[in-house]
């Protein structure tokens, strides 16, 4: 039982501290709807599609572990805004404010006691809990990095 107690923890502190990156709170913290849609030569996004991609895909996550019949979007086109900047402010919060709700929504499952960690979802094809909690801190921290380099090439983070 104590391992799986440790297991738990070492999980949440995975999905929201940032133990090897900067927290997700920080990195996200004050960018604006303009700095959102700029882009920067040579590469194929900008803030905003991050921050969607990021948000589409842990609502993808979050559904397909909570509910069995629950369908997945197109791969990939499905998974990506096609807007390069969001549609003003209130969007853009509301994205971010979306994506810290599903972190927190996924420690709520990982915290859970009464779900085994490594039973694979009937629904699946052999994923359950575990990897799907790995998958979301994975995901997440290769795209803020991405978040990370793209705003110091922007010039809005030090």
Do not use: C
């Not at 921050?51 to 572990?65: G, Q």
């Not at 972190?103 to 499952?109: F, I």
């Not at 009464?114 to 009937?122: G, H, I, K, Q, V």
């Not at 790995?134 to 995901?139: D, F, I, N, T």
């Amino acid at each position: 039982m104590k391992q799986d107690q440790v297991l738990r923890e070492q999980l949440t502190k995975l999905l929201k501290s940032g133990q090897a990156f900067q927290p997700m709170d920080k990195l996200l913290e004050g960018i604006t709807a303009a700095e959102a849609g700029k882009t920067v030569d040579g590469l194929p996004y900008t803030l905003w599609k991050l921050i969607e991609h990021l948000r589409i895909a842990l609502y993808d996550i979050l559904e397909f572990s909570r509910d069995p019949v629950y369908v997945s979007p197109e791969w990939p086109a499905g998974y990506w805004p096609q807007e390069n900047a969001p549609a003003d402010q209130e969007a853009l919060d509301n994205s971010i404010q979306a994506i810290k709700d599903g972190v927190d929504a996924m420690v709520q499952l990982v915290q859970d006691t009464s779900t085994d960690l490594y039973e694979p979802f009937a629904h699946g094809t052999g994923q359950n809990l575990l990897r799907e909690a790995m998958l979301v801190a994975e995901h997440n921290a290769y795209h803020l990095g991405e978040i990370l380099v793209l705003r110091r090439l922007l010039g809005t983070w030090k």
